[in-house]
């Protein structure tokens, strides 16, 4: 079994690199840049978010923390599903410009919140 401490650094990681890219390519959406059309655009970040989740359970299981014991937990699993969806509407669904700004800056606010209830470990960090 992985020790926990290498588990919990690869998950770290992850969120690095998947919250840098995601900011990266808001930023391009918001200034209509070219490269965001770009192959790699579709490939590397879905990689590294299955990576983020595969050590997020990993971590969950192996830490006996789970999402209907913990409620920093439960809150952190609901508000990144949310992430998920105005992710894709940020960056790809929405149909206007303004739709996709309006859905990044509430992805950017909900990423806040994942990481403010991740380092605390309370669901209501503030
Ligand atoms: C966008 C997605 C996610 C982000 C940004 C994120 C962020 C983080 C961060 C920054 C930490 C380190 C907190 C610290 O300072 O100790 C952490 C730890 C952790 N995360 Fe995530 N995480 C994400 C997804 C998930 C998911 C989906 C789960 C559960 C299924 C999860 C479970 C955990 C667990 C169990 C820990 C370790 C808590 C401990 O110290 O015992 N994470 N996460």
Redesign the pocket.
Do not use: D
């Given at each position: 079994m992985m020790d926990y401490h290498v588990l919990?650094l690869i998950?770290?990681s992850c969120?690095a690199a998947?919250?840098s890219l995601f900011l990266l390519r808001g930023a391009g959406m918001w200034c209509g840049a070219a490269w965001t059309a770009q192959r790699w655009t579709r490939t590397v970040p879905p990689l590294i978010d299955t990576l983020?989740?595969a050590s997020?359970?990993t971590?969950?299981w192996t830490?006996g923390?789970s999402?209907l014991v913990q409620p920093w937990?439960s809150a952190?699993?609901g508000a990144?599903a949310l992430?998920i969806v105005l992710g894709a509407f940020a960056l790809k669904r929405a149909r206007t410009r303004t739709g996709r700004r309006a859905a990044l800056l509430a992805a950017t606010a909900t990423?806040a919140y994942?990481?403010a209830v991740?380092?605390t470990?309370q669901a209501w960090p503030l």
């Open positions: 919990k998950h770290v969120v998947s919250v983020l989740l997020a359970v971590l969950a830490s923390q999402p937990l952190k699993l990144v992430y990423l994942i990481i991740a380092v470990k």
